[in-house]
């Protein structure tokens, strides 16, 4: 427990937020700035003295229900609340379960990074966002990643549609998925998806019973990896995976060496994803067209029956 660090950001939250913020009268003239001490202990319902000794750094691990309690009077943000339990060494409670929407500047970022693959996974391994160059390479959207790994078929990392690409480091990478997912089953202990997932995984594959009664401890992050494309051939790619910590997420950039084989082939796999892209917006456009028409043609027909009826 950071009790100093823990104190100060307590004093500095308090400061920042105005009675009015929380539904309280100002009270007149306040020495300063914030809430008074005693507010934020009534807010968050524990004793003054307590909260007093929290901000002076002499308190004792608060509980998770009292840091609940503080965060909620303090108005803290989902970014402050998950810093605050971590200064006081507290695991916070955990979600209902994995967030399974991405933001949309995550999925626009998906789009903007040019020659590059780019997907993201939810906490149970399942793509929730996928660029066109992510679908050109493995062969459509990927489903979950932890499936296709464990029940896909094949030793590698299997992640397309029917097993469109296979991927090498199928040994290292089940090692990593199992972790994430060990750490998914603590955290979201009452997700039914989840829970059928790992039943399942158990069910279906005694490599992945092994890897998870071996308790691995991984992280992702930089790895050279060879996708076996089965229309461009070998790909020698680098995978880098940036975490999206607000919502348990991860992002994966899939990229080449500037100048290689691997990295024209990429660009050729980008190419028929953008026209892909644009072929489905042309037909989206047409069929929206279309009902447009019908939906004219209908409210034409009901008026030139009324006009009938009315004579």
């Known amino acids: 427990m950071a009790r100093v660090e823990l104190a100060r950001f307590l004093r500095e939250r308090r400061e920042g937020v105005s ?16 809430l008074r001490r005693e507010e934020v202990a009534r807010l968050a319902s524990v004793s003054v003295d307590y909260y007093v000794r929290l901000e002076q750094a002499r308190g004792p691990r608060p509980s998770a229900g009292v840091l609940e309690g503080v965060s909620g009077a303090l108005r803290l943000s989902a ?23 991405v933001r949309p500047h995550v999925a626009a970022l998906l789009e903007r990074v040019g020659g590059a693959a780019a997907l993201v996974t939810d906490a149970t391994y399942e793509v929730v966002a996928a660029n066109s160059v992510a679908r050109a390479v493995f062969g459509g959207r990927p489903g979950n990643l ?16 029917g097993g469109m690409a296979a991927v090498s480091g199928g040994e290292e990478f089940g090692a990593i998925v199992v972790a994430r997912l ?11 998806r989840l829970a059928g997932l790992l039943g399942e995984l158990r069910a279906g594959s005694a490599e992945f019973r ?36 607000e919502d348990d997420q991860q992002v994966v950039f899939v990229t ?12 050729e796999l980008a190419g028929r994803g953008s026209a892909l892209r644009e072929s489905a917006g042309r037909e989206s456009a047409v ?14 027909g009901r008026e030139s029956a009324a006009a009938r009826a009315r004579r």
Request: proline letters at 8%; one cysteine or more.
């Open 79 to 101: 970014a402050e609340r998950r810093h605050l339990f971590r200064l006081a060494g507290v695991a916070a409670p955990a979600a209902g379960g994995p967030v399974r929407v």
């Open 19 to 34: 009675p009015e913020a929380v539904g309280l009268p100002a009270g007149g003239v306040r020495r300063t700035p914030g």
């Open 182 to 192: 060990r750490r998914a089953s603590a955290r979201y202990p009452g997700d039914a």
């Open 210 to 245: 092994a890897v998870w009664d071996s308790d691995p401890v991984r992280e992702a992050g930089h790895r050279r990896k060879v996708v076996a494309h089965p229309e461009v051939g070998e790909l020698r790619v680098a995978c880098d995976v940036l975490e999206v910590p």
């Open 287 to 300: 069929r929206e067209s279309a009902v447009r028409e019908s939906a004219v043609r209908e409210s034409a």
């Open 146 to 161: 932890a499936r296709a790994r464990f029940l896909g078929g094949g030793g590698g990392d299997a992640v397309g549609g």
């Open 256 to 267: 080449a060496d500037p100048g290689s084989a691997s990295e024209a082939a990429l660009r």
